[in-house]
């Protein structure tokens, strides 16, 4: 379980659809200056600062990370509705929708319309900018891109920001470019995944049980129907943009490479948690029973596997912080972690030696 802001499920004959606005959800997130956090006494959820005190009262039903533009979006506490609110915890945009995901880096969010439940796009405003048309939407990527579902057809096609096709609807799914100039597909007669390019033309044919987006380091992961695994689940490897396997196919889950050049992934006969480098050698042994990414500090929540508690470690594998907590998110920009304490099952937040800076007195899920 790398919490990878990829916030898709591997597994089965392809990948199931994540969040359209994947990794635009920053969970547990406490490089904001307001954090979301639900009071134990009400169940209701508010805003902290960092220093744990109430900035925004707790009176939603959810509430979320705040995005670039200010807004954070939440559930009303009567209605069950979405809508988007300010640092001051006012509406900004009133909670209409049934269905709603935070603000992108582009200034729109994707909904659900009330009449028609089909999803898209509005500005800060609460104003449609791409009609509501589409079974689904994922996040815009850098080059103005964004697939959609096309409600007729139930084919994936590509969007700019009026809602216009650019690539016609001909896949059974495609992804988000992200930062990448191809994207992986699904073809409708296979059912196998390939990579396009911003024309919609194969540039990797498609060949893929499962396939993910390409990284910073030019690897995406990939598994294959002809993989030689003792498992039910074809093996995960990474392949380059000419769609060569840069690492064979061999191990039982894998997630994308981190700027650090590792990434995770999990052995195929002992079924731990290690990380690799980009030739595929383990760096830090598998070892662990789950993995949540590394920080940016450096440190990575990782669970240990004879105690089934959280601590972190270094690039090296060396705990820094002893495994102690129920549950824990990777460290953010002000050098807090959220984590959960394994006694009171209550959430608080830690500095990098593991110190308490948010006693744990929270409840719920972050968001």
Do not use: H
Not at 179 to 186: H, P
Not at 245 to 265: K, M, T, V
């Amino acid at each position: 379980m790398v919490l990878c802001l990829a916030a898709c499920a591997k597994g089965g004959n392809g990948v199931v659809k994540p969040d359209p606005v994947a990794g635009k959800n920053t969970a547990g997130a406490a490089g904001a200056a307001l954090m979301p956090e639900q009071d134990p006494d009400t169940e209701l959820y508010g805003y902290i600062n960092e220093k744990g005190d109430w900035a925004i009262q707790p009176k939603f039903k959810k509430a979320y990370s705040f995005a670039e533009n200010g807004l954070a979006r939440a559930e009303d506490a009567d209605t069950g509705k979405s809508g988007y609110i300010d640092k001051k915890g006012e509406w900004a945009v009133d909670p209409l929708f049934g269905l709603a995901y935070d603000f992108e880096k582009n200034g729109v969010a994707t909904v659900e319309d009330p009449e028609s439940t089909l999803l898209g796009c509005i500005d800060e405003k609460g104003s449609w900018v791409v009609a509501p048309k589409y079974n689904f939407v994922f996040a815009f990527s850098e080059n103005g891109l964004a697939s959609a579902e096309d409600s007729e057809s139930g084919l994936y096609g590509f969007i700019n920001k009026k809602g216009d096709w650019v690539i016609e609807p001909k896949f059974n799914q495609a992804f988000s470019f992200g930062e990448s100039d191809l994207v992986a597909a699904s073809d409708p007669e296979s059912g196998l995944y390939g990579y396009v390019d911003e024309k919609g033309d194969w540039v990797i044919r498609p060949q893929f049980v499962s396939t993910f987006g390409f990284g910073k380091k030019g690897l995406a992961e990939a598994t294959d129907s002809v993989s030689e695994s003792d498992s039910d689940s074809p093996l995960w490897g990474y392949i380059d943009k000419k769609g060569d396997w840069a690492i064979s196919p061999r191990f039982y889950d894998a997630s994308a490479f981190g700027e650090n050049g590792l990434a995770a992934a999990v052995d195929e006969n002992t079924q731990k948690w290690g990380y690799i480098n980009e030739k595929g050698d383990w760096v830090i042994e598998p070892q662990f029973s789950d993995t949540f990414g590394f920080g940016e500090n450096g440190l990575s929540a990782v669970k240990d596997a004879d105690t089934e508690l959280i601590g972190y470690i270094n690039e090296k594998g060396d705990w820094v912080i002893t495994p102690k907590f129920a549950m824990a998110f990777p460290f953010t920009e002000n050098g807090l972690a959220r984590v959960q304490d394994s006694d009171t099952m209550l959430w608080g937040y830690i500095d990098a030696k593991g110190e308490w800076v948010i006693a744990p007195k929270f409840t719920g899920t972050a968001f």
